[in-house]
Structure formats: C-alpha cells, structure tokens
C-alpha cells in the first residue's frame, strides 16, 4: 500500500471546483492510504452504486 496526498486535485486545473479539496491535507503534511488490492478496497469501501449501460 502506498500513500498519497496531491495538493492541487487529480487535474492541476485551477478551475476545477475540487483543485484545493487535499490542500489542507497536503499543508499539514497528511496521506492518506492508495488502495490496490480487491480485499484491500472492498475493507475500506463505505458506499457503493452500480452503473449500468442500459440505463435500467
């Protein structure tokens, strides 16, 4: 498992509503786990929604 904590979001897009959302993570020198394995996603899974092509 490694750990993670990118200040300026996934896109580095400045617009984007979710450019700060781990700044004050990162400023405070906090991580937070990356989660690879199955077992290791499903253990920390809280919600769950199924997305489905037909739309049913």
Known sequence: MGISCLAPGQSGDPRS???AD???T???G???PLLYSRSAIEAATT???L???DGK
């Open 17 to 19: 509503p979710h450019y």
């Open 22 to 24: 781990l700044l004050s």
């Open 26 to 28: 990162w400023a405070n």
């Open 30 to 32: 906090e991580s937070f």
């Open 47 to 49: 919600h769950w929604f």
């Open 51 to 53: 997305v489905r092509a």
